[in-house]
């Protein structure tokens, strides 16, 4: 498209920046960089990632910014952002 340029946004996924478009959820970013996973269960450990990606399964769990338990595939990504894995049992904020 004449004109149009393409953005970006700086957000950190555990520890590595990543540069993605603003218009992303959080499990978008996650799964592009490559993350399967983004939390692991509290009994086994088994790994849980993006599932449903409609807020419905609840397996993409992560912290943003600090507060644990945010929903990666219901949240849009913002400039500066950080984004943690979860491991084990949930966690209040």
């Known amino acids: ?7 970006t946004i700086r957000i950190d996924i555990d520890g590595v920046e ?8 959080v499990a978008a970013a996650l799964l592009e960089s490559g993350a399967a996973a983004c939390r692991t269960t509290p009994v086994s450990g088994a790994q849980r990632g993006p599932f449903c990606m409609m807020g419905v399964c609840f397996d993409c769990l992560v912290e943003v910014d600090g507060v644990p338990n945010e929903q990666a595939c219901m949240t849009r990504v913002r400039n500066g952002m950080r984004v943690r894995a979860m491991t084990g049992k949930a966690r209040l904020a």
């Open 1 to 7: 498209m004449p004109g149009s340029t393409t953005r």
């Open 18 to 25: 990543r540069q993605v478009p603003p218009h992303y959820s």
